[in-house]
């Protein structure tokens, strides 16, 4: 049975300043709702720059508390304005000290969900994240959204499978992957592994990356962002590798049982042989 909801990504290029990159996101939710979106995703750490290229302590003051900072709340009356469920990635303060690389997931009437902490972080040349966050520690969470059930993978943990099953065993019918990743490293691989975890897990992914290069680094962000089904098909186009772009396609939900009931993936699974991969 078909069940079509409205989504929408949106890749921007860093503005220079806190409040203006949060003053463009906010627009996006007004663009997105008016062209009938129902959820939307920002790029990770949506209101800064990728401050990862460097190593330097002035950028902790970019975090904030989830969901008591002033951008999440600020964000949450959007979406209760709206009627929008947005998907907002943000640097987190659990306490001084304390940092995490985070998704707070918020409803269309505005309440807070939760949130998802990225598990797997870099520490290589142009991507120092252990410098700023702790390995997330709250699971693969699915949040029960107005659209449907929504999970979140961030950026680096896409290369890890294990987390796309987790969500998928969890009832994911999307997962959003906000990212920063740039040309050069890791493009051969951006329509390659979300297309095929897509597959595997039978569900949409919609992966976000953010545009241009900042002054603080060579860092090239190549956007190109999209919608993939459950058959890794890309749905519509993928966005410009250049220019700041909203993204809103339709996506049919009621495709996910025709896929599983086709393949039976989650049927045949069998965990009781997988003991050898969760060793240390």
């Not at 009938?36 to 995703?41: I, R």
């Not at 410009?240 to 772009?245: N, R, W």
Request: hydrophobic residues 40%; negative net charge.
């Amino acid at each position: 049975m078909s069940r079509v909801i409205r989504a929408a990504v949106f890749q921007t290029a860093w503005t220079g300043d806190k409040e203006s990159m949060i003053e463009v996101h906010e627009q996006a939710v007004r663009d997105a709702a008016a062209q009938g979106a129902q959820v939307l995703c920002f790029q990770e750490l949506f209101y800064g720059p990728y401050f990862c290229q460097v190593q330097d302590p002035a950028f902790y003051a970019y975090a904030e508390r989830v969901p008591d900072g002033p951008v999440v709340e600020r964000f949450r009356a959007l979406a209760r304005e709206h009627g929008i469920v947005l998907v907002l990635p943000v640097y987190e303060e659990e306490q001084p000290g304390v940092l995490y690389n985070t998704a707070a997931v918020i409803d269309a009437d505005g309440s807070y969900l939760g949130k998802y902490r990225k598990h797997h972080i870099p520490q290589v040349r142009g991507f120092w994240e252990k410098f700023y966050f702790k390995p997330g520690n709250a699971g693969w969470p699915v949040f029960d959204t107005a659209v449907g059930k929504v999970g979140v993978y961030i950026c680096y943990d896409r290369h890890f499978p294990e987390g796309w099953r987790a969500l998928g065993l969890a009832g994911a019918e999307i997962v959003f992957n906000p990212s920063a990743t740039s040309r050069g490293l890791s493009r051969y691989l951006w329509q390659l592994e979300q297309p095929a975890a897509a597959a595997a897990n039978e569900y949409f992914v919609g992966a976000i990356n953010r545009v241009g290069v900042e002054d603080l680094g060579d860092n090239d962000f190549y956007g190109t962002s999209y919608f993939v089904d459950p058959e890794a098909q890309f749905v519509g186009e993928v966005a410009s590798d250049k220019e700041t772009e909203l993204v809103v396609r339709d996506l049919d939900l009621g495709k996910l049982r025709e896929v599983r009931d086709r393949w039976q993936f989650y049927r045949d699974r069998r965990p009781e042989a997988y003991e050898p991969l969760t060793a240390p």
